[in-house]
Nanobody, 115 residues
Framework: QVQLVESGGGLVQPGGSLRLSCAAS????????MGWYRQAPGNERELVAA???????NYADYVKGRFTISRDNAKNTVYLQMNSLEPEDTAVYYC?????????WGQGTQVTVSS
């Protein structure tokens, strides 16, 4: 099993930045892919960015150039650096880890972009 704990959400003004963290309960080298998803009210959960155990990265088109996913293997932590935030980025952000054919989710962290 994998436990994932997100942190770093909050309220930020348009154009601002936030960094989300996702701490995993086991080594990132054992988790095939780690990803950030988000879900806004009334919408389905959608992929934001993902990073594999070999550090291959994938981004949704609407965050390319603004968000960066990274990992610190020593801390078993994945980060999502979010810059140039827009009101449309407001959502609950979830961390996901794919391990042994199963998907594990964190509890989510709220990001609100508003003036």
């Amino acid at each position: 099993q994998v436990q994932l704990v997100e942190s770093g959400g909050g309220l930020v003004q348009p154009g601002g930045s936030l960094r989300l963290s996702c701490a995993a309960s086991r080594s990132l080298f054992t988790i095939y892919v780690m990803g950030w998803y988000r879900q806004a009210p009334g919408n389905e959960r959608e992929l934001v960015a993902a990073i594999t155990s070999s550090s291959s990265r994938n981004y949704a088109d609407y965050v390319k150039g603004r968000f960066t996913i990274s990992r610190d293997n020593a801390k078993n932590t994945v980060y999502l650096q979010m810059n140039s935030l827009e009101p449309e980025d407001t959502a609950v952000y979830y961390c996901r880890g794919d391990y042994n054919g199963r998907a594990y989710w964190g509890q989510g962290t709220q990001v609100t972009v508003s003036s």
